[in-house]
């Protein structure tokens, strides 16, 4: 059967992944502080359990995908995804929804690094700013689809949206199958592959090449923070909303559903016009100027997250985590671009996957310790200190723009 041209498909995988995604996110934590009745400890415990998950699969999937296929690792993470979400959605307790969590980290470590070197190989590397910034905008049209369909079905039970979402996943892992190219990547021979050895040989590759770039190494560490200040962030504002805040009614809508489907609509309205902006005023192949935008993204995110810690007024918390979502969505491209840049072909899917790995060790780091920080204390006092964890970023980043200027940065394909 032919394959499609992998830029209209990965803008295609994209949107259809960020509506099934979105249609189960927007409602799950919902779901889980008002069906499950978890306390702010247990729910970042199922992050921890996610990110634990991660960091123990992340480089072997990965060097599944450098070794074997990328497109199979791909194909494999959607079906074990849909899985999860349906897992969760069925039963309403702690236990069951940490299994499910624990089987969504497996299923997104066979996406992660996989997907993203897939890409590389097929478009080439002097195309990733830009497809990722298309990418993006094509992933907020699906996620405000998503939180259409989530809120519409969410009133009618909260369970039923992460359901469909999950059993809906093998729609696009069958899409691929029949469709996915892998022109671009050249597997192991079959005759050399020798499993275990030629794996061990990729992983020590791309540790080396890691361990021999100051700048990948910086890289890395941006991660590591990035891991650190987020899991209290993602984990609990909607248990700091819903903790602190009074919604009224909008006419005949009840309750915060409505309010969170409005403010998913609007962060990721504002999120188009942000990442297009970018797209057109900003060169992002060009390595100096993306980090000059990328530390002025995370500068806003910082001041955000600590306005929505101390918010005591509902507008004042909502336009906080309103820009909070809309320039730390706009800054992942960039910063997956500049990554990937920095990466040989023959290991980037491996090395993607200990940048996920170092990330996932930031959030098993930092989680419990948010959650009994706002379990004893309050979400107030979590979200003050995501963003004191989020803060050394904006130092790496002056670090990257000055040794750019000293040329320790690879120069643009460009230049």
Known sequence: MRRLPAYPLFLFLSGSHAFLFTMMSFIHAIYRVEAAHLNPLQLVLLGTALEVVIFIFEVPTGLVADVYSRRLSVIIGYAV????????????????????????????????????AWLADEIGEERLGRAYLRASQAGRIGALMGILVSSALGTRGLALPILISGAAYVVPAFFLGLFMPETGFRPTPRGARSSWSQMAATFRDGLRLVLGSRVLMLILVIGLFFGLSSEGLDRLWHAHLLAHFTFPDIGRLQGPVPWFGALGAASLVLGLIVTETIQRRIDVENTGRALRAQFALNLVMVVSVVVFGVATRLPVALLAILAVQVFRGANGPLYRAWINKQIEPRV????????????????????????????????????????????????LYLLAMQWRIHGVVQAEAAA
């Not at 790995?357 to 979590?382: E, F, K, N």
Request: aromatic share 10%; proline share 5%; charged share 5%.
């Open 81 to 116: 995804v849909g899985l999860a979400f349906v897992l969760q959605g069925s039963l309403p307790f702690f236990l069951p929804i940490l299994l499910g969590e624990m089987l969504w980290g497996l299923g997104w470590t066979f996406i992660s690094g996989a997907e993203d």
């Open 348 to 395: 980037r899917a491996t090395v993607l996957s200990m940048n996920g790995q170092v990330d996932a060790i930031g959030q098993v780091l930092g989680g419990p310790g948010m959650g009994w920080l706002a379990t004893a204390y309050s979400t107030r006092a979590t979200m003050v200190a995501a963003a004191i964890l989020l803060s050394p970023v904006l130092l």
